[in-house]
């Protein structure tokens, strides 16, 4: 496994060792010795998530302000444009954001701790995504900011309108978030 710090230094691209011959591959998608040894982190997960999207669906930007989930996200289908954007006030980060391309072809996985809102479009005609989660969902603490905040600036690289939820389309301004001290 290969750890790389993206311009936001806590935000990870996690790329693992592929062993694959004419008959096809293998890859250990998580080894908790190796996650801490390679990242310094003392990491739990407690729940997978698993969703199937559509070309052009935008999800996000979403963050619990309290149970908040540090997630650790792949694509086994497909290919997606994931964001994860800094929330943390007291942050010498915050407010800047740290895109990747994730695929099921290059296998990278990117590490959004918690403290950061997180959100992804689609980019290939239909995408099956993956994540790891350090806390429980709990919906009474889910937060969202809208994915195309001026202030945020996020450059999706998206092909015309994204299809949004409705929770995704009320979404709320950086500048009028509730956000982390």
Do not use: C
Not at 47 to 72: D, F, P
Not at 117 to 144: K, Q
Request: aromatic content about 12%.
């Amino acid at each position: 496994m290969q750890v790389t710090a993206t311009e936001i230094p806590e935000v990870l691209v996690i790329e693992p060792q592929v062993f694959g011959d004419s008959r096809g591959f293998f890859f250990e998608s998580f080894n908790q010795r190796s996650w801490q040894e390679m990242t310094g982190l003392d990491t739990v997960f407690v729940q997978e998530n698993h969703s199937r999207s559509h070309q052009n669906v935008l999800r996000g930007l979403h963050y619990q302000i309290r149970q908040a989930q540090g997630k650790l996200v792949r694509v086994i289908q497909g290919e997606v444009y994931d964001v994860a954007v800094d929330l943390r006030q007291s942050s010498a980060t915050f407010g800047r954001w740290a895109g990747i391309r994730l695929t099921a072809e290059n296998k990278k996985q990117f590490w959004v701790p918690p403290g950061f809102g997180h959100g992804f479009v689609v980019l290939s005609e239909v995408a099956e995504f993956l994540y790891l989660t350090t806390d429980y969902y709990a919906p009474e603490h889910e937060r969202a900011i809208i994915w195309n905040d001026p202030q945020l600036a996020i450059d999706w690289p998206l092909k015309g309108e994204p299809q949004l939820s409705a929770k995704d389309e009320e979404a709320v301004l950086f500048k009028d978030a509730e956000l982390y001290a």
